[in-house]
DNA sequence: GACATATAATTGTCAAAGCAATTAATTTCG
DNA sequence: CGAAATTAATTGCTTTGACAATTATATGTC
């Protein structure tokens, strides 16, 4: 069935296979009515609350209107919070209300099921070079932006 | 900068890394007026030349609404054709014309060159690595998306 | 042959991502 | 101090992607 991806480039499979895997993650998320990416910055918050949008938007390597927009979707359910920060009145501090703490802590194990099927029967040790791999791009991307 | 990556959950550095991949080759692709997708479709179209909508967007692994869009914007350009099938009047086949040709050549080594940069100094054995893993990822996807 | 079913492509809607431009507040510097 | 530059967030526009529904043609079955 994909046989011919084999060969494919690499690049093309690596955007093939994120697709499929993000795919995979986003029908265990639904019944949580969440998105991949509105599951990553609420995992997010949960581990830092009340930090600001544009912190928020490095740590979860979006850029700052695409942050704002998945915002105003969790603000609508009722998810998140903006408040004004006091020290600087440009900006707004991003907390989890109850509703979304409670509604990440149900989606967490979902995910996490989503997750182990899709690297089922990859060992620990070819989990930690894939991600080795994987932070050696970020590197080269890095660098060669930043010259 | 990105030390925080480190501890990162393997789905959201997968999904971080891809994007800052893609944002890096499609650098490389703007001088040519080509996103990464409708380069990936004329790259197809320049081994498979007049195959019909359905079969590109399965080997594009992209569903039919979006390889329908893709290809608007590249017949708008001018670089490809659809032609009624005379076999089976629901479908078009689709043709690169002379300039989309001409396109695809001169973009390739271009995003041959981004490609080499991200994956600078990783070894062709871990390349071939890194593809084994992600074929596993997408034989994993299909298992449990097909039982 | 006629009717039901399946298929190729399209359209509409929403989420996300990149980029440019705008607004409002803050910082820097002359 | 006050003007200029910087910064946080927002909005608009375009492309991609998932999903549902629609249209037109083909196929299968009675």
Redesign the pocket.
């Known amino acids: 069935m994909i046989d011919h991806w084999q060969k494919e480039p690499i690049g093309f499979l690596i955007?093939n296979t994120y697709?499929?895997l993000?795919?995979y993650v986003?029908?265990f998320l639904?019944e949580f009515d969440?998105?991949?990416?509105?599951?990553?910055?609420l995992y997010r918050l949960r581990e830092e609350d009340g930090i600001?949008?544009?912190?928020?938007?490095l740590r979860?390597?979006?850029?700052?209107?695409?942050?704002?927009?998945?915002?105003?979707?969790?603000q609508?359910k009722g998810w998140i919070e903006?408040k004004l920060?006091e020290?600087?009145?440009?900006?707004?501090?991003?907390t989890l209300t109850p509703n979304g703490r409670e509604r990440i802590e149900q989606a967490i194990p979902a995910e996490a099921r989503a997750i182990a099927d899709v690297f089922a029967g990859i060992s620990p040790e070819k989990l930690a070079f894939l991600r080795e791999i994987l932070l050696a791009i970020n590197e080269n991307v890095n660098r060669h932006t930043h010259e």
Chains 1, 2 share one sequence.
């Open positions: 955007g697709r499929r993000i795919h986003s029908l639904r969440l998105t991949t990416e509105q599951f990553a910055v600001n949008q544009k912190e928020l938007a979860s390597a979006k850029d700052q209107p695409t942050m704002t927009r998945i915002l105003d979707n969790l609508k903006k920060s020290q600087d009145r440009r900006a707004y501090l991003i």
